[in-house]
């Protein structure tokens, strides 16, 4: 039997729903990129992609995870927006202040254990020292995946939350 939805959990989230839903405005907007840019950034809340970028919902698509890393799934997503959605450039933008940058794997997984008890090791937390060097290697595996179209540009910056400018990397 399933478990009912915690709806004294999310009673804020679901009072903002209903509002946003009274005067929704996407409806019937494309599923594709419509300026044809993808953004593989972090998932820090004090980054708003598209906003960063001056665009609006709709313009392109975006891709989140900690560290704004390069997995096999953003890969995948990739190709899919490559092919199906769009997309015709990339721009790859972790951020300053990020806390995959502020310490090593081994730290991170005693970190957990130690505050929570929980064993994380079996998993890859993708943790950087050098986050330049981390944005080049995540751009060029993008680059030189065989399944990404070679027509698709793709670029790396990053972002600076302090002053919401971009740093251009050269990749």
Known sequence: MPTP?????????????????????????PARAQRGLAIVTCMDSRISPLAVVGMEAGDAKILRNAGARVTEDVLRTLVLASYLLGVDRIL?????????AQAQEPEIHATIAEQFGVDTR????RTVTDQRAALITDVTRIRSFPLIPDTVAVAGAIYDVHTGTLELVDC
């Open 92 to 100: 790859v933008m972790p951020h300053t202040d990020c806390r995959m």
């Open 122 to 125: 079996s998993l890859e937390f």
């Open 5 to 29: 939805f915690p709806a004294e959990s999310f009673a804020d989230v679901i009072a903002a729903n209903q509002e946003f839903a009274a005067d929704f405005a996407f409806a019937g907007q």
